[in-house]
Structure formats: C-alpha cells, structure tokens
C-alpha cells in the first residue's frame, strides 16, 4: 500500500480543521495518516495518475472507514484541485520522477491558500550523479535518476514563488551521494 522515502506527515505538523493535498497518493496510507490528524473537519485529497493506484486507494479507503478522503485521477503537473484550496501539500518520493518538476512545483503554489505549506519527503543528491545514472530506465524505476541536486531542488520550488524554503538530507548508507531530503516551503501570504 506504500512505497517512499519518508513519512511526510510526521514532520508537517497537521492541524485539525486543514485541507491537505497527496501528490502521488499511490495506495492512500499518507491520506489515512493525514486524515486522522487533520479529523472531521478537515479534508485530504490524494492524486494519483493511474486508474489502478485510485481503485486500490478507493478500497483502503472502504477497509480502513476514512470519510474525510477523497481520491483523483490526475497528474501532478496537472493537478485536479481548485486554485487557493489547500493548507498543506504533502508528497512522499513521488516529486523525483515527474519529468518536470518546475510544472509540479507552480502546481503546488496555485493550489494553496496564501500561507500554504509545501512539505514533501523526497530523493535528492548531495553532490553530482555519477555519469551515465541519468539515461539508464532502471535508475529512473529506481526514483535515482529523476532525483536532483539538493540545491536544485530547493531553487526550483523558490523559482515557483515559495519562501523559506528548508531541506533537512539524510545520506543513505554506502556513500552513494543519494540521500532522503525532508523539504519545507511556504506561499507567502500576499
């Protein structure tokens, strides 16, 4: 029911009352997690782009009674939600494969409501990917490939328009130069 790199709701302080929005949503475990802290009032949208992973969240949904969850059919460049929704964005190692980033991250910034946070698990490197990493398929399967600098990463979200942007990396072992980055961002309020 879940792959990733982190658990983004354990660090993005969901309150009671938010509306909360999954990139990548896969089986739902993030939006049942999110949904339980953000409780009856609150709302959590997961996205997903196959049809499969939205009928496999559609029957966890069922299973585990989450009411306050609802589920789209939609890429992440292309996001299914209105404009200036959303309190939080979360998004466990999903950002790392979308071929473009920049489209995800001006996404992000129109769906939230001024003072909106960005909080996201993801892959990064910390120093340049070795070369020919970039062009092997089995790395991109891998979530390896599509994986930026970590200041890369960072410039892109500021590029969007967010402000006090935070990246907290932890190196996998092996020395690898791959590591999980816990990313924080905010809209600014006007």
Known sequence: MAFGCGNPTAISALLPGQVVLDLG??????????????????????????????????????????????????????????TGTVDVIISNCVINLSPDKDQVFREAFRVLKPGGRLQVSDIVWTRPAPEGVKEDIEQWAGCIAGALLETDYKAKIVAAGFTGVTSVATDYPGGTGVASAAVTATKPLA
């Open 25 to 82: 949503s896969g089986g739902g475990i993030d939006c049942f997690l999110a949904a339980k802290m953000v409780g009856e009032t609150g709302r959590v949208y997961g996205v997903d782009m196959t049809s499969e992973m939205i009928a496999l969240a559609r029957r966890n949904q069922q299973k585990v009674g989450a009411t306050n969850v609802e589920f789209r059919l939609g890429e992440i460049e292309h996001l299914p939600i209105d």
